[in-house]
């Protein structure tokens, strides 16, 4: 299956050498073909999505870097505990992992992320979870954290499945 052969890093949500190719009014994320071929693919109905979603990511071509703007809405979340559902996205080669992204799209190619900055979540586990490729749902603290080079704002942590 897709995932279980997905080893991805995403060390900078997208490599900074893809991004010097990109032109400055292009989309932030995933190229518009992608993004446009996972409307027909499953993707999670949580509500959570839709608010985080509402954080405004800049990126700064130049230094290869994004900044994230947190609404009142989800700065209001940051050390609550949230239950999200999305896909998993694997970070090293294991048939478990404590440590991966969630999505809330189907991802369609190995080398983009699925979505924008404000639509992936890293999640820490407290005990390994199997590598899915179907919806998993995860409950733990949300936590709104700045990783700026890898393109990554939001956590859960301790999240269970």
Sequence with gaps: MIMKSFVLL????????????VPSNAPIG???DERAAQKGL????SALWGVLRN???TEDLKRGLFSAS???EVDALNGTTVTLAGFMLPIDAKT?????????YTPVCFFCPPGEPNEVVEVLADKA???SDDLVTVTG???LIDNAEKGLFFRINTAGR
Excluded at 10 to 21: E, P
Excluded at 97 to 102: A, G
């Design 55 to 57: 954080t405004k990511i």
């Design 141 to 143: 603290k949300l936590s």
């Design 30 to 32: 995933q190229p518009a």
């Design 70 to 72: 947190f609404p009142a």
């Design 129 to 131: 979870l199997p590598v």
């Design 10 to 21: 995403l060390a900078g949500f997208v490599s900074t050498a893809v991004f010097a190719a």
């Design 42 to 45: 499953p993707q999670s109905a």
């Design 96 to 104: 478990k992992t404590k440590h991966f992204l969630l999505s809330k």
